[in-house]
């Protein structure tokens, strides 16, 4: 997650700069066509390439829209599983006593419990971000590009990419947990399993009573929900048939830009010779430049056809950045950061000790 208000003009053109620079090639070879070797009929009519235009920039806007929901909803998830944390640990607080209990047990027995139940806690978060950040067909391309220049210049960590999840995970379930959970599957659905059988425990030992226990198994449904509904934006990409379109149409209206412009700029050219043509003086040096720009008018198009082609296929790549909001890039929901700020405040109201200070992150990039 980008945190200042704006990117700086410096970083966007530097994202983009091989799209600039591959546009403005495209938009040459016709006017050079068109005006050194003379096909004057090499052009397109302006109005069915505004059509053209027209849908294509619908069609990104729906992309854009579609891919910002799924941004948003993967936020509001994230921020559900902040509220659902909070309210598991101070419920494990308050309702964790020897009040019906069968043989009493020590406060430092009591606040044991409590600690392995948040670190458990803990270590389902650290699972759930780990299985979120797994690579998925539609976002190798993605990945693949953190080996470039680029990327390693961009200075930022994606966590779950660097350091194993065994050395993350450990510190807070035993061994005997860690082989049983990592011997199955869904590494996070195994451990909110641990934490419930950890809960019958509990209610069989008095240290719950009825009541208590079913609003901590409501939590853990609620954590549940939380998890399949991260699960499904990262299992379920941006429709295919919807992208491959988006990615045909913007290209296809990128390649007969210059064709649709050519004559209209040659055009304006034309007009500024019959106006210079009304000239007293045809011998001055303005003169003469101003000609020289009425004859060549036609090489602006190249410019104007690489600004309007970096417009649309920029607006199709933040779109295509945005639709997959747990692959690991610098516009993801920031759920390493949200992971360790949920950890920090849960210790934190139980009292635990050794609790980790928050990531510094470079670049004015969070994730």
Known sequence: MYTKR???????????????????????????????????????????????????????G??????????????????????????????????????????????EELYGIKRELVHRHIAWLTALRYQLRKEKPWEIHLKQNRANRKFRESQFIVCEDTYPIADTIKPYISEKEYNKVFAKGN??????????TRLRELKEKGLLDDFRHMELVNVLKELYTLQGKS??????????????????????????????IMSEFEKIGDHILINLANHTSHTSFLHQVQVFIGEKFV?????????????????????????NPFKGGPNDVPITDMSRGIEID??????????????????????
């Open 231 to 260: 699960e499904r934006i990262k299992n379920f990409p941006y429709p295919r048939q919807y992208a491959t379109m988006n990615y045909l149409f913007v290209w296809i209206f990128i390649l007969l830009i210059p064709f649709g």
């Open 299 to 323: 090489w602006f198009s190249i410019l104007f056809s690489t600004l309007i082609s970096w417009v649309f296929h920029t607006m199709e790549k933040i779109g295509e950045n945005s639709e």
């Open 187 to 196: 590494q996070a659905s195994q451990l909110l399993g641990l934490q419930s």
């Open 62 to 107: 729906f992309k854009n829209n579609a891919s910002y929901d799924r941004l948003w909803e993967a936020r509001k998830i994230w921020g559900g599983i902040v509220n659902a944390s909070r309210t598991w640990t101070i419920m494990l607080k308050d309702f964790i006593t020897n009040e019906h209990a069968k043989s009493e047990l020590s406060s």
């Open 346 to 367: 849960i210790r934190q109201l139980i009292d635990d000790t050794d609790i980790p200070e928050p990531y510094e992150w470079k670049n004015d990039i969070i994730m």
């Open 6 to 60: 704006i990117f700086p003009i410096k970083g966007v053109l530097k994202w983009t700069m091989r799209d600039l620079l591959l546009f403005f090639f495209l938009s040459s070879i016709p006017v050079l066509l068109f005006d050194i070797a003379g096909w004057k009929w090499l052009h397109v009519p302006w109005l069915p390439l505004g059509v053209l235009g027209t849908s294509t920039a619908f069609v990104i």
